[in-house]
């Protein structure tokens, strides 16, 4: 009978196996096409322009003074970055996780905007809160566009949301009677917090300075905007190189450092990940809130609703009022007319092209994160699935501008000569909603009992059946949130679309970009009408993601 069950048990594990296997055909398929593909081919290019002297020209530009500056400010910006996000955020962290208090459902709303906002749309933000002619400039006569604090302060509040929900939706579910308990036996309520919780929150913390850091390591709308020719990060000098100097061989070197860099920094966050699933004993999270009780809870949560107001509604707000400035809706009735505009179309005509192109790459991203977070689904994985795992997380890190550089330079002979049609967009989009498909799905994915997908298949379920049966009304409000999240990257997606969007069909975060860059009252104000109506789209998808969301699905 113990040999009936084993060979039966050996059977379901070879057959998991295959099906596993070929779960992972499409994704592998579509990552080796659109994304090995093209980033190794312009790297290619880039190195053999240089004569074939591969490792020579990576010492040579590695030594050259300014590329030496811009290798230090990308790396001193993103630690700065990550230790103000963190001092920021942290304590946000502990009030949503264990303080309940009126709005907190809608609070946390707000506080997400921001990361799910275009880069773009955030650097713009804050131009008009700092910079020439912002609020401030207005009223004190204090411009910091193009100094690094403008930089570190757009950082922090478009990644304050990472530390909020990661830190916070963990720290909600630790058992509040451990810290208790060591306050029993005598110790501080500093004592207890930090021989008791932090040690049990440092993985969580851990991930999002990770994930922080990786975000502005690789930060590129923010810094072309608000930092002008002063400050240059990797990827906004691959952009130079490659689009303003034409010289691939420098952009290609940079590429490949940045790339080693961010898959560093994904191995790292890959075992902290790790660490966090397995360490530790979580509580429900709707037991641990409780009203504000004495001066210092009250006085906190203060701080943190006047930090949310002061940082993140504040430069969203004066966004939206540099858009009305002129009378009678004149920049957004400017938008309608393409007289001396740099488009072949009026501005307006960006925002249907952004949705087209958003859905489009929504549809693509739940179809290869959903097939890649099913084959990534039992948690005995071996290396192969692990390393596929850490695959998937890659278009996050690397360069965007290699990305969609490299699609002109690749995909322009058959079987995929794809320069001349409008398909190029939201495959590059997808490339950058895939990984946020594959975090959400995944834990809930985890969480389904196997022993339910086992028995179907006994009673003679096909996979698909299994999958429509038994996995997805487990998993169609997760699907949602991971297709919201992935609609909201797709739209405001720009290192990429911006070398790949036709004049005649540009995005949203490209004709922002554009207008911005030419000068004029009107082109200014354009761009923060674009931005505003960027913004509305945004909000209202993550409102109806914040109805959608459930314990499972609500952590990015």
């Given at each position: 009978m113990d040999l009936a069950r084993t060979e039966v048990s050996g059977r379901a594990a070879r057959a998991g196996n295959a099906v596993r296997l070929g779960l992972m055909a499409v994704p592998v398929a579509f990552f080796a096409c659109f994304f090995a593909y093209p980033v190794a081919a312009i790297v290619a290019r880039g190195l053999e322009a240089d004569g074939g002297r591969r490792f020579g020209r990576l010492w040579d530009v590695l030594a050259q003074p300014d590329i030496r500056h811009v290798l230090w400010f990308t790396t001193w910006q993103a630690l700065a970055s990550t230790a103000l996000t963190l001092l920021v955020a942290l304590p946000a962290a502990y009030v949503f996780a264990r303080l309940e208090f009126p709005g907190k459902q809608v609070l946390r709303a707000v506080v997400t905007v921001p990361f799910v906002l275009p880069t773009v749309v955030v650097g713009t933000a804050f131009l008009a809160l700092v910079g020439r002619g912002g609020l401030l400039d207005d009223l004190w006569g204090v411009r910091l566009d193009t100094t690094v604090w403008a930089i570190l302060l757009a950082h922090v509040f478009f990644n304050y949301a990472v530390v909020v929900r990661t830190v916070g939706?963990?720290?909600?579910?630790?058992?509040?009677?451990?810290?208790?308990?060591?306050?029993?036996?005598?110790?501080?309520?500093?004592?207890?917090?930090?021989?008791?919780?932090?040690?049990?929150?440092?993985?969580?913390?851990?991930?999002?300075?990770?994930?922080?850091?990786?975000?502005?390591?690789?930060?590129?709308?923010?810094?072309?905007?608000?930092?002008?020719?002063?400050?240059?990060?990797?990827?906004?000098?691959?952009?130079?190189?490659?689009?303003?100097?034409?010289?691939?061989?420098?952009?290609?070197?940079?590429?490949?450092?940045?790339?080693?860099?961010?898959?560093?920094?994904?191995?790292?966050?890959?075992?902290?990940?790790?660490?966090?699933?397995?360490?530790?004993?979580?509580?429900?999270?709707?037991?641990?809130?409780?009203?504000?009780?004495?001066?210092?809870?009250?006085?906190?949560?203060?701080?943190?609703?006047?930090?949310?107001?002061?940082?993140?509604?504040?430069?969203?707000?004066?966004?939206?009022?540099?858009?009305?400035?002129?009378?009678?809706?004149?920049?957004?009735?400017?938008?309608?007319?393409?007289?001396?505009?740099?488009?072949?179309?009026?501005?307006?005509?960006?925002?249907?092209?952004?949705?087209?192109?958003?859905?489009?790459?929504?549809?693509?991203?739940?179809?290869?994160?959903?097939?890649?977070?099913?084959?990534?689904?039992?948690?005995?994985?071996?290396?192969?699935?692990?390393?596929?795992?850490?695959?998937?997380?890659?278009?996050?890190?690397?360069?965007?501008?290699?990305?969609?550089?490299?699609?002109?330079?690749?995909?322009?002979?058959?079987?995929?000569?794809?320069?001349?049609?409008?398909?190029?967009?939201?495959?590059?989009?997808?490339?950058?909603?895939?990984?946020?498909?594959?975090r959400i799905m995944l834990p809930v994915l985890r969480a389904v009992d196997q022993r339910l997908r086992e028995a179907a298949a006994v009673l003679g379920a096909s996979p698909w059946r299994v999958w429509r049966e038994v996995d997805l009304p487990m998993v169609w409000r997760a699907l949602l949130v991971a297709a919201g999240f992935a609609f909201a990257v797709s739209l405001g997606e720009f290192g990429a679309t911006v070398f790949i969007a036709r004049p005649d069909n540009p995005t949203l975060p490209v004709a922002v970009a554009r207008l911005l860059g030419r000068a004029g009252e009107i082109n200014y104000g354009q761009a923060m009408a674009l931005s505003t109506i960027l913004m509305v789209v945004c909000v209202v998808a993550l409102l109806v993601l914040e109805r959608l969301r459930t314990d499972r699905t609500g952590e990015l």
């Open positions: 939706g963990l720290w909600s579910q630790l058992d509040p009677r451990q810290e208790e308990a060591a306050r029993m036996l005598g110790a501080s309520r500093l004592t207890a917090w930090r021989t008791v919780t932090l040690p049990a929150l440092g993985p969580a913390v851990a991930a999002a300075a990770l994930m922080v850091f990786l975000f502005t390591f690789t930060s590129f709308g923010v810094v072309q905007i608000l930092g002008g020719p002063t400050f240059s990060t990797l990827e906004v000098e691959i952009y130079r190189q490659t689009s303003e100097i034409f010289d691939l061989s420098t952009a290609a070197v940079l590429t490949i450092v940045q790339f080693l860099a961010v898959g560093a920094i994904l191995a790292v966050h890959a075992r902290t990940v790790r660490r966090r699933e397995t360490a530790l004993r979580l509580v429900d999270a709707s037991v641990t809130a409780r009203r504000p009780r004495g001066a210092g809870q009250w006085a906190l949560l203060a701080g943190v609703l006047g930090t949310i107001a002061v940082l993140l509604v504040l430069p969203l707000a004066v966004l939206a009022q540099r858009s009305l400035d002129a009378p009678d809706f004149a920049y957004y009735r400017a938008l309608t007319s393409d007289d001396g505009n740099i488009f072949l179309v009026p501005p307006i005509d960006a925002i249907g092209n952004s949705l087209q192109y958003a859905v489009t790459a929504t549809a693509i991203a739940v179809a290869v994160g959903g097939l890649a977070a099913a084959a990534l689904t039992r948690r005995d994985a071996g290396r192969l699935v692990r390393g596929f795992d850490a695959l998937l997380m890659l278009p996050l890190g690397v360069s965007a501008v290699t990305v969609g550089f490299g699609f002109l330079i690749a995909l322009d002979e058959p079987p995929l000569d794809l320069r001349g049609t409008w398909i190029l967009v939201p495959l590059a989009q997808a490339l950058v909603g895939v990984p946020f498909v594959v």
